[in-house]
């Protein structure tokens, strides 16, 4: 039995999606022509993701609220613009019915001007009379070029309310809470 020791090997990687990743994630290296290589050899690894997308801060702090950065709404047997520039969106708030023996609704839906999507809908109960159903609601859009989200109540009887945050551009870039950094 022979003992080889092990002989660090570097290898190029020909892959057109890592290298573009690479570009992408880290800006600075964009207009090296040289390729990507991989080495047998163990090596540690430091995260450098945040950092390179442009944001230090995890997640659920990049999506906290604060004064300039949400959009309040409000619809009581109208419709009420929430949105309408392309990006992500965080959609949080409630819906409040009360019946009075026929139906009525409380709905977000997004349109691109042509075709209307409900995405939420909360509706009475036509049975019962004064009866109260609240709803809270918390989600996440994302709306294209063209695309808007909007709040409607058919009734002077169903409120819906809560506000907007804008979690990222359409590109994909985050949006920071308004004033950080201090």
Known sequence: MTNRPSVPEIITVNSEALQTQIRDL??????????????????????LTAAAEGSGLPAYLQQA??????TTFSAQ?????????????RIFGTSNVESSGTGLTCNISITDGVTTKIIYNQ?????????????????????????????????????????????????GSLVQPNGFPL
């Open 26 to 47: 880290l800006p600075s290296q964009n207009g090296f022509d040289s390729e990507l290589q991989a080495s047998n050899v163990i090596m540690p690894v430091i995260d």
């Open 65 to 70: 609220l604060s004064f300039g950065s949400q």
């Open 77 to 89: 047997n109208a419709t009420d613009l929430i949105e309408n520039a392309p990006g992500f969106y």
């Open 123 to 171: 509706v009475s109960s036509q049975a019962a009379t004064n009866v109260k159903q609240t709803v809270i609601f918390d989600f996440n859009v994302f709306l294209a070029a063209g695309e808007s989200i909007s709040a409607t109540s058919d009734s002077t009887r169903g409120i819906i309310t809560g506000s907007s945050r804008q979690l990222a551009t359409g590109d």
